[in-house]
């Protein structure tokens, strides 16, 4: 049997399930047989039951992770066989992408079905996918409170705390004993997911302190709450601040779960290392695909259109220019028709610029969201990068200058090569901080197109700044 934490190994065993379905199948329908149709559908049944089961022993996470990694004919199969109970918390799980198409699969029934099993803080997370009708009949449905709550967490920005809040949270009096709260926690038979402290409130809901688990373990029975909670400096946060900040505080002091308050310091939910960990994964992701020039994240198995529309912008920007440099190198044709090792000696220089550029803006992007980088910074890491352009550009161009000496016999063209590393490096650490710098700046993601752009303008910048000096000092 497979570890519960195997997802490769459950997707393998579904995609063989898959196979062998489709292979019997196939052969049977193409023999003739006596009762032809009751033998098909029984080995059809067969296999469906098989496939049902291992489907059944899975967690809603696992099964996300394998209707990710299947083509959609393969995936809708799976997802028709899904426990109907299973369903809301499946979609929450999947990729945005993935969860557009399951989506699209489902009766209306279905989709109020598996809403109606989510919490507030979940179904306004399912919210901006689902129809509009439907979502108009869920929240309908519910009642007064979890109304409220679905309403004020859609009410946030999708980057801002309050929009991932949980608000299943265990609150208490600081004026009851720890033997009632005991007592109360007991008839609950359950806690909230990822409960490691109880938040202590006045009469008008505001936030006193935290009493941990540990306290209410080890201390007294007879002792109130209010003597052993925590009134210290308990992280909290407003629903107005960015979720990314949240999720640095989480990582930098290993925190499991925190309140948070509103304007008058009001207790009006919490979040949870769970919902953290969801944030920085999201975060990583949208990095790796904007530094590719993706709009969004996409479905691998996403029809052809859909993927031609998330890629076709920046790949017409890197036609752009690439077309500028192609016309650069003209403008200097006649200088590498005189001398051909200039020919081989200009892609030198600028790959190199454009792998340097590249390893700026990925330190510059992950300090932008990690927050190390504050207003005034630009300066500091613009002098920081230039000097370490500057001595790798002396120290590389200086070997290539020497081994173009050494190929070509011309000490110019060496001096010329030295020349050019040393500046095409400082225009790529130049362009490396501010490229994303800047677009932080006008409110844009740092990540997204900065690696098209840096490599174009070192590509053209490097071919320029070679082709110039070969023609001015070696041509001229």
């Not at 941990?212 to 400096?233: C, K, N, S």
């Not at 677009?439 to 197109?449: E, I, N, T, W």
Request: glycine share 8%; hydrophobic share 45%.
């Amino acid at each position: 049997m497979p570890q519960p934490n195997d997802p490769q190994e459950h997707l393998r065993q579904v995609q063989e399930l898959l196979a062998r379905q489709r292979l019997v199948e196939n052969l049977v329908h193409r023999q003739t047989m006596p009762r032809h149709e009751l033998v098909e559908g029984l080995l059809h049944k067969q296999h469906r039951v098989e496939l049902q089961q291992r489907l059944d022993a899975l967690h809603p996470a696992d099964i996300a992770y394998i209707l990710e990694a299947l083509p959609i004919e393969d995936r809708l199969r799976v997802w028709e066989m899904v426990r109907a109970d299973q369903d809301g918390d499946i979609l929450l799980e999947v990729s945005d992408a993935v969860r557009g198409t399951l989506i699209e699969d489902m009766e209306p029934e279905e989709l109020l079905a598996a809403a109606e099993h989510l919490d507030a803080d979940e179904l306004a997370d399912l919210a901006p996918d689902l129809p509009p009708e439907i979502l108009r009949e869920v929240i309908d449905g519910l009642d007064h409170q979890s109304r409220r709550q679905v309403h004020a967490a859609m009410s946030y920005p999708e980057d801002q705390v309050g929009a991932c809040m949980d608000f299943d949270m265990v609150t208490l009096r600081h004026e009851v004993s720890l033997e009632v709260v005991l007592r109360y926690l007991r008839r609950r038979k359950a806690l909230p997911d990822h409960t490691d402290k109880l938040f202590v409130i006045d009469r008008h809901e505001r936030l006193l302190g935290m009493l941990t688990l540990e306290a209410l373990l080890t201390r007294d029975p007879e002792r109130t709450v209010g003597e052993a909670m925590d009134p210290g400096a308990l992280p909290r946060f407003h629903p107005e601040e960015k979720v990314t900040d949240a999720a640095h505080a989480f990582e930098r002091y290993d925190l499991i779960s925190a309140p948070v308050v509103d304007g008058q310091g009001r207790l009006i939910g919490r979040l949870t290392v769970a919902d953290m960990v969801d944030v920085i994964r999201d975060r990583s992701d949208q990095e790796i695909l904007g530094q590719a020039g993706l709009q969004e994240e996409e479905d691998i198995f996403a029809p052809v259109w859909g993927s031609v529309r998330n890629r076709w912008i920046w790949l017409a920007v890197n036609m752009a220019t690439a077309i500028l440099a192609s016309r650069v190198i003209a403008y200097f044709e006649d200088a590498i028709g005189q001398l051909v090792a200039l020919a081989a000696l200009m892609p030198i220089v600028a790959g190199i610029g454009g792998n340097s550029g590249n390893q700026t803006i990925t330190l510059i992007v992950r300090a932008l969201a990690t927050g190390q980088v504050g207003r005034g910074g630009t300066r500091r890491l613009l002098r920081k990068e230039v000097g370490v352009a500057l001595i790798n550009g002396l120290f590389w161009g200086g070997f290539l200058g020497l081994l173009a000496w050494w190929l070509y016999g011309k000490p110019e063209l060496g001096l010329v090569m030295t020349a050019a590393m040393l500046l095409n490096l400082l225009l790529a650490a130049a362009a490396g901080v501010l490229i994303p710098m800047l677009r932080h700046r006008f409110g844009q993601d740092p990540a997204l197109g900065s690696s098209v752009l840096i490599t174009a303008l070192t590509d053209s910048g490097g071919f320029f700044i070679f082709l110039g000096l070969a023609s001015v000092f070696l041509l001229g």
